[in-house]
């Protein structure tokens, strides 16, 4: 069965101290992993698409890494406003890679 | 990347009535789905809505409960029917805009309280 897991659940951190995010998945097949930015009572926000082990992508404060067996996203020396839930996922087999399967998601809170 | 609007953006309703979602992309895309995420949860996938044809249901949701519409390749409705407490959630709709990649973007929500 596809499965994703997020770790830690929750993570706090003072401005400026880099950390990392892991999502861990179990899927037949990958067809990409993408990581989502979520802020309180919206929808996710788009951040990165990795398709292969060893693809990185970078944007801002935030760097996503693939391996055959889970992803991180590296945050480095955050701000207060990076403050959000990040969730990754993966299609899942059936339903044309359409259904995403979705981690509990890690909610980062900087503090300044 | 598409952009997507949802109406309403929240609503309170009363057990026993129904609610209908919009959802508007500002341009075709072939593949739009609804997803619920419960307080405290994460997203999963109510529906695929298919243009012209039935939408296909993930295992625990039917089209009594929720169904859908998808008249056009921009445009896809969502109603929550006879709404109980257990429906207070985030509905948000997403697409797919490219057949080759896989990955969704999405709307805004719709925020649901059932009294």
């Known amino acids: 069965e596809d499965q994703v897991t997020q770790s830690p659940e929750a993570l706090r951190l003072q401005e400026g101290e880099s950390s990392s995010l892991n999502c861990s998945y179990t899927?037949?097949?990958?067809?990409?992993l993408f990581w989502y930015r979520q802020d309180p009572g919206k929808g996710p926000e788009f951040l990165f698409t990795?398709?292969?082990a060893g693809e990185e992508k970078e944007k801002e404060r935030l760097k996503a890494t693939l391996t055959k067996k889970e992803s991180f996203l590296h945050i480095t020396a955050p701000k207060p406003e990076d403050s959000a839930t990040y969730l990754c996922a993966v299609p899942g087999v059936n339903n044309q890679g359409g259904k995403l399967i979705f981690g509990q998601g890690t909610e980062l809170s900087v503090k300044p | 990347s598409a952009v997507i609007s949802q109406k309403p953006s929240r609503d309170i309703c009363q057990r026993g009535t129904s609610l209908t979602i919009q959802c508007q992309v500002d341009s075709q895309v072939t593949m739009m789905f609804w997803y619920r995420q419960q307080p405290g949860q994460s997203l999963t996938l109510i529906a695929t809505a298919n243009q012209g044809s039935e939408a296909t249901y993930e295992s625990g949701f039917v089209i009594d409960k929720f169904p859908i519409s998808r008249p056009n390749l921009t445009f896809s409705t969502l109603t929550v029917s006879n709404m109980s407490p257990e429906d207070s959630s985030i509905y948000l709709c997403s697409v797919r805009p490219h057949t080759t990649y896989n990955e969704q973007f999405f709307g805004p929500g719709t925020r649901l309280t059932v009294l």
């Open positions: 990795l398709y292969s």
């Open positions: 899927v037949s097949g990958l067809r990409g």
